[in-house]
Each structure stands twice: as C-alpha cells, then as structure tokens.
C-alpha cells in the first residue's frame, strides 16, 4: 500500500510514516488521482496498518470527478468500520475524508472504492473484507458516538444496514444528507440523542420502525425532511421521555401517519411535564389523532399540528347571572 500514497501531489515521492500526504493514486487505472496542495490539510501516513488518519478539521485528499459523475456504489473502510454506499456523485472536486476535512466516518481512511455502476452484494463484500484484511475495521458495532458522522453526504442515495448497537449519540449522524430516498432499520436501542439527526433529509420518503426507547433528544430530528410521507405506527411506545420540539416541522406526513405519531406518544405514558410537540405540512391528524392531543395537552404537552387544532367549545347553552337593583 506504501507506493501509493505520496507526500506530493505529483506522487513522485512515496510518504514516510508520520508524513503528510500528498497523493494517493488511482488504482482503477483511470488516473483519478487524489492530491492535497496545502500542507497543513493532508492527512498522515501511518503503518501497523497501512493508513491515512484525518484530523477531523481540515485533513482531506481532492479527486476531480469527471465529466457525467459517478453513479454507482461506494465501499468505504475506516478504523471504527467498514461499509458499501448508493452514492450519485456529480462532475467537480470531490473531498475523500470529510466534507471539508469535518465529517467522517472515522479518524482514519484505509481504503475507499467508488464505481461508476452498481456493484452487486457479493463484489462489495469481497471488497470489504479486502479492506479489513488490510486494517480496517470490519463492523462499527463498538462506535458509541455517531455525532455528524454521514453529516452533508448529499452524495448518499442508500445507506447501509450497518452495526449501530452501541451507539448512544446520533446527533447529525445523517444532518443533510439529502439524496437519501430511504433508510434502514438500524439497531437504535442504546440511542439517547437523536438532535437533528435526519435534518432536511428531504428525499426521504418513509422511515423504519426503529428502537427508541432509550431517547431523550428528538429535537428537530425530522424537520425539513419535506416529501417524508409515511412514518410508523408504535415508534414511541416505549418513548420514556424526550423533547419533540420541531421534530416533523415541514415533512410532509399523511393523515394516518400524523395520527401513527400522536396515538404511539399518549401509548407512551411520559411522565406529565412540560412537553413540546410540533408538526408543519402533510396532513392534519383525524378525529383518532385529535384525541390524543387532547390526551397529551392534558398531561402538559404543548401540541402543535397542521391545522391547528383547538378542542371545540360547546356553546349548546349559555347562562349569564346579574344583580338586579330594585
């Protein structure tokens, strides 16, 4: 793996241990090379094994994708995990470590593939394991913290059933990620912060029963994923508490799942308190829907919903008393 990593963008000189990196080449044979000019942005060669570690500020290698894009498959293989991705990669420069250097599935890169046309199952697991072989890490199954992990991936069309069961901290994991049309149910049951995690997701289209039992943190989880229609009966049942302030601001849910949303929060039995719920776009709840949020608005909750709905007054009779003089 050391003849293909340089310290200059010309890779004309193969990198040290503990040298930043300035060229990666192109193994496909089509000379997509990756280069990073400015010193202080390169990631650092390592060995024991073979890897590039990012700094999570800036470190980052540039490819030029060319003309027509790339529309395929990526397998990417980290220090904390291995897994393959739907991507739709556009013409341009592209950033191999992070958007910007920032966000990242990962301290270190081991290898990365990116294919211009489907890869099948059995391709983009051998290519997997040929990266763990080489020092990634095969599973991200001890990750407790996927704060902004996959965060401004636009380039993610699916993403992958992968090992979330220690995580606790999904905050931004998928922030932005908006070519994004569907999402698997992943292990969730050790989750506590879901901040913003699928903010503006907006080809989102439907989303998974998931384990959220542990949450505490839906604040804006949801908000922005515009043409998200279908969500769930039973997400929030085993809910124990948690803040849903603007969670489902401008989706785009139907009748039933607004009214999925509502019912699964009174099943819950959160503890009464001051609780705030929002939704805005799609659908009004129904008369079932209604109903719990007189429920939950009865146990504190400040409810706001498309529509706007008040319990009705009823105004069958009216009584009015005043002292007469004589």
């Known amino acids: 793996m050391a003849t293909t990593i340089f310290t200059n963008t010309t890779r004309t000189i193969p990198a040290e241990v503990g040298q930043g990196v300035g060229g990666l080449a192109d193994l496909s044979g089509n000379d997509n090379h990756a280069t990073q000019a400015t010193a202080a942005a390169r990631p650092i060669y390592q060995t024991a094994p073979d890897r590039v570690t990012i700094d999570g500020v800036d ?20 220090d904390q995990g291995t897994a393959s991705y739907g991507v739709n990669i556009p013409a341009g420069p592209y950033d191999i470590g992070g958007r910007g250097g920032q966000f990242f599935p990962g301290n270190a890169l081991v290898g990365q593939l990116i294919r211009d046309g489907a890869l099948s199952a059995g391709d983009a697991a051998a290519i997997e394991a040929h990266f763990v072989e080489n020092g990634a890490s095969a599973s991200y199954g001890a990750v407790t913290d996927f704060g902004s992990f996959w965060r401004d991936w636009s380039e993610i069309t699916s993403f992958p059933f992968i090992d979330t069961s220690s995580g606790t901290n999904f905050s931004y994991a998928w922030y932005n990620c908006d070519g994004l049309t569907n999402f698997p149910p992943i292990d969730t049951s050790a989750g506590t912060s879901f901040f ?15 384990d959220t039992s542990a949450v505490t943190d839906f604040r804006e989880a949801w908000i922005g994923c515009s043409s998200l229609t279908s969500f769930p009966a039973n997400a929030f049942d085993n809910v124990k508490g948690g803040d849903f302030t603007d969670a489902f601001l401008y989706t785009a849910l139907t009748q039933t799942s607004i009214d999925n949303i509502l019912v699964s929060l009174v099943t819950s039995g959160i503890a009464t308190g001051t609780r705030v719920f929002d939704q805005s776009g799609g659908s009004a709840p129904s008369s079932t829907g209604e109903a719990a949020i007189d429920t939950l608005r009865s146990r504190g909750w400040t409810v706001t919903v498309t529509g706007g709905y008040s319990p009705t007054i009823n105004t069958s009779y009216s009584y009015r008393t005043e002292q007469i003089d004589p």
């Open 196 to 210: 913003r995690a699928w903010f503006s997701c907006n080809n989102l289209t439907s989303f998974p029963l998931i």
């Open 59 to 78: 470190d980052r290698m540039t490819v030029t994708v060319p003309a027509g894009g790339f529309t395929g498959t990526m397998v990417l293989g980290t």
